[in-house]
């Protein structure tokens, strides 16, 4: 784009101010996402139309609409609103703007204030909320990307209801980009030519994060191509050059995604660490949320390692928390070392077998009542009911484990557990016939000595 056309296309958007602040919703019929609180009928919705809003905490990771909602009630309410941000102001600044409000509440007025970035007040500052908050002097709305149960005094959280947001999904973020293709405030005297495709996977390198998306758009169209007719054109490798990398096929939510995430759990289920990696590799680059594969790995640590290495699953949940904790790109190691970890793990799906077995029977025998036995007696009609008789209480007998059954009659004797015996499984293995051989009379031998409980092989 030659320096004439750039400067035409800047007097063409307006882009004097980011598109992401240009594109803002007016009102919530333009606000993209978060459904579950703002869609039709919702509570945040019908507290935001009655201009009855509380004061609540905004509680979502960046680029989600937390200042934007903040904007709508601004635009929609009858009371006064203060836009503070927590890291230009001070204590002086809080202090002024409650002495007015406290003013304006003598006289009937309500004053909304909106606190971005809340979580960067230290408590000090937090507390000068309170007494306001508490007297209704102020309708506090603060934004925070950290958990507020940490970062937020308890005695202020307590009086401020959390509305908890969501990352945006690809669709959400897919149309916010077709709507500032074509809104004046956007790009809509541009004429724009821009597929649907390049839209997707704008939206899916934005990773929920509506800002980002807007971001990405507006640099693509800042060196856009134009055809022989002049109609400016957003092409793939205008598209590969701004995001700095190749932009993948890969759909989060299309057969592509089934097939890659599927590509990776049969490689680490059959100890194939090196194209497990690769499909790790094919997932993060092609724009998949870390936490989603973190996930996925903490289920497979237990349906597919189980005991036979009871240690993958606090690892599993370990990368979790780094994915949580760090985001992309820092938390890319960590998911190789779980995927690695879990593919060169012992194997066992005795767990997953367990429960199906058991489903199965809960699904289609009778549900019988819980054995008398085992019942809980605090009343004195349960007991007269015998609720409790002939409960024997494992830590009163010998071998720390009663002879008695648990579950219900039609079911004495039934496996569900049946352990494979590889790993760390051996073990349990060996001390689950111990403890059976000893209910069932087998052996007089106590279960939990020997081979059974160290696990050392004969």
């Known amino acids: 784009m030659s320096l004439i056309e750039g400067a035409a296309c800047e007097e063409a958007t307006g882009a004097a101010e980011p598109l992401a602040a240009r594109l803002r919703p007016r009102d919530l019929s333009e606000f993209v996402g978060q459904d579950h609180l703002v869609g039709e009928g919702k509570i945040l919705r019908q507290m935001i139309e009655r201009d009855v809003v509380p ?67 230290n408590k000090a500052q937090q507390d000068a909320f309170l007494p306001y908050v508490e007297k209704g002097s102020i309708v506090l709305i603060g934004a925070t990307t950290e958990n507020p149960s940490f970062e937020v005094n308890s005695a202020l959280l307590s009086r401020c209801k959390v509305f908890v947001l969501k990352a945006l999904s690809s669709d959400d973020i897919v149309a916010l980009l077709r709507r500032a293709a074509v809104d004046e405030r956007g790009f809509g005297k541009l004429n724009l030519d821009v597929s649907d495709v390049l839209l997707e996977k704008m939206a899916l390198f934005a990773n929920g994060d509506a800002r980002r998306a807007l971001g990405t758009f507006e640099t693509a169209v800042a060196n856009a191509v134009f055809t022989k007719d002049g109609r400016p054109t957003v092409t793939e490798e205008t598209l590969e050059q701004v995001v700095g990398k190749k932009a993948l096929v890969y759909d989060k939510s299309g057969e592509e995604h089934y097939n890659i995430i599927s590509a990776l759990h049969k490689s680490m289920r059959n100890s194939d660490p090196d194209a497990a990696v690769y499909w790790l590799a094919r997932l993060l680059e092609g724009g998949e949320d870390p936490l989603y594969i973190a996930r996925r790995c903490v289920r497979f640590a237990a349906e597919d390692v189980g005991l ?12 979790w928390d780094a994915c949580h904790n760090l985001g992309v790109p820092e938390c890319n190691v960590h998911l190789t070392q779980i995927v690695v970890y879990l593919a060169l793990a012992p194997k066992s799906n005795a767990m997953e077998e367990a429960y199906l077995r058991a489903a199965s029977d809960v699904r289609e025998r009778i549900a019988e009542p819980v054995p008398l036995h085992i019942r809980n007696a605090p009343t004195r009609l349960m007991k007269e009911l015998d609720y409790g008789k002939g409960y024997s209480y494992a830590h009163n007998e010998k071998e720390k484990i009663a002879r008695m059954t648990c579950l219900p009659k039609s079911l004495e004797g039934q496996r569900y557990y049946t352990p494979a015996g590889l790993g760390r499984e051996a073990v349990f293995k060996a001390r689950l016939k111990a403890v059976r051989d000893w209910r069932e009379g087998v052996t007089d031998d106590p279960p939990f000595t020997g081979e059974a409980y160290t696990g050392r092989n004969k």
Do not use: Q
């Not at 989600?64 to 836009?83: C, H, P, Q, R, S």
């Not at 036979?308 to 990368?319: F, G, K, R, S, Y």
């Open 55 to 121: 004061s609540m905490i905004l509680w979502g990771p960046p680029g989600v609409g937390k200042t934007t909602l903040a904007n709508v009630i601004a635009n929609v309410t009858k009371a006064e609103f203060v836009n503070y941000s927590a890291v230009t102001g001070g204590i002086k600044e809080i202090k002024e703007i409650m002495a007015r409000a406290e003013s304006g509440r003598r006289v009937g007025l309500r004053t909304v204030l909106f606190v971005d970035e809340i979580h960067r007040f």
């Open 308 to 319: 036979a290495d009871p240690n993958a699953l606090l690892l599993a949940n370990a990368a």
